[in-house]
């Protein structure tokens, strides 16, 4: 077996600075901001595999049905050697593909990104365990700021999957799609989950489950603020709430505070005051639809080539080419 490589681009101490630099601008912010890569400490990525168990939360379940149709023919579409996946959640997912370009011949490496290092040296171990002639090179990062530095033999393809690219305001997807297409030469391929816009209830208990399991996770970023800022939320004294704005068609988390609190984050030296009642929004997730996301590939210099969703409809996996 080949040793897995991994390139850590994300020290230790760049986190600790970017989680406080986020916050002290987000909690000074109005309203009160924390992004949402924050939620995902080890407690927050299995409170979110659990997420996608549940009966409510669909975009995992439908976004396998179609990789599980259609890895085959995206391997023989795109016919390539390095497989990238931004943000590598599931492994499961992965897998599809990774079995689909060994069948198709063509597999020669794959190149895990994800900020967390935890979950990243557990991905690239096992992989390198069940791909025996498989070259991993994992990358610790931000896939926001580390593209420039994906290593790979082409044609790569890049995954980014389960509709995280949802996760960014639209001019900030417009940015990431732009510098993904700078890096990429011309013919590899971008593979790309996308959450679909359908009615307002169904998506609403995909983010407010009846379980209590999503509100878990959004509250967990007042624990890693406790625990790496020294901050003394009082995380029980915050509720979640899942709102649909239909004319940004997207969802949002807020943490409302239930009692006027003061809040110490002695990292940052900072004491944040919420009325009650106050909203801290802690994340946004686009619903797309084909048109919307195939202009805005288009306009940041890719050509959609393929489109697919499952067969409810709720979910689209495109595959394009730079
Ligand atoms: C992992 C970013 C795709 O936006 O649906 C799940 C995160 N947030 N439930 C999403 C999430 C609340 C998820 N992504």
Do not use: C, Q
């Given at each position: 077996m080949t040793e897995p490589v991994v390139d850590v681009h994300l020290e230790a101490d760049h986190a600790a600075r970017a989680l406080a630099s986020d916050a002290r601008t987000g909690l000074a912010a109005s309203?009160?901001?924390?992004?949402?890569?924050?939620?995902?400490?080890?407690?927050?990525?299995?409170l979110f595999e659990q997420i996608t168990r549940l009966p409510e939360y669909y975009p995992t379940r439908a976004e396998r049905e179609i990789l599980g149709d259609r890895a085959s023919e995206i391997a023989a579409t795109s016919k390539a050697h390095t497989l990238v996946e931004l943000g590598s959640g599931s492994s499961e997912k992965t897998r599809l593909l990774l079995d689909a370009l060994r069948s198709a011949g063509t597999l020669r490496q794959f190149v895990p990104l994800d900020v967390s290092r935890t979950a990243l040296t557990d991905a690239a171990a096992a992989c390198a365990v069940d791909y025996p002639s498989l070259k991993v090179h994992g990358v610790v990062g931000d896939f926001t700021e580390h593209l420039a530095l994906l290593p790979g033999?082409?044609?790569?393809?890049?995954?980014?999957l389960?509709?995280?690219?949802?996760?960014?305001?639209?001019?900030?997807?417009?940015?990431?799609?732009?510098?993904?297409?700078?890096?990429?030469?011309?013919?590899?391929?971008?593979?790309?989950?996308?959450?679909?816009?359908?009615?307002?209830?169904?998506?609403r208990v995909a983010?407010?489950?009846?379980?209590?399991?999503?509100?878990?996770?959004?509250?967990?970023?007042?624990?890693?603020?406790?625990?790496e800022l020294g901050a003394d939320f009082d995380v029980d004294a915050f509720s979640h709430i899942a709102l649909w704005d239909p004319v940004n068609e997207w969802i949002e988390m807020r943490l409302r505070a239930e009692k006027a609190m003061q809040v110490t984050v002695p990292a940052l030296g900072m004491t944040v005051s919420f009325d009650e009642g106050e909203e801290?929004?802690?994340?946004?997730?686009?619903?797309?639809?084909?048109?919307?996301?195939?202009?805005?590939?288009?306009?940041?210099?890719?050509?959609?080539?393929?489109?697919w969703t499952d067969t409810a409809g709720r979910f689209g996996l495109s595959l394009s080419q730079a």
């Open positions: 309203p009160k901001t924390l992004p949402p890569k924050w939620f995902y400490d080890a407690r927050g990525s299995d033999e082409a044609p790569r393809m890049v995954a980014f389960g509709g995280t690219i949802g996760n960014l305001l639209p001019e900030e997807r417009a940015k990431f799609l732009g510098s993904l297409r700078d890096v990429l030469e011309p013919g590899e391929w971008l593979l790309l989950g996308t959450d679909l816009v359908k009615d307002a209830e169904t998506v983010y407010d489950d009846a379980a209590g399991v999503t509100a878990e996770f959004n509250r967990n970023v007042l624990h890693v603020l406790n625990r801290l929004h802690t994340e946004i997730s686009a619903k797309f639809r084909r048109e919307g996301i195939a202009a805005e590939l288009a306009d940041t210099g890719f050509e959609l080539t393929r489109w």
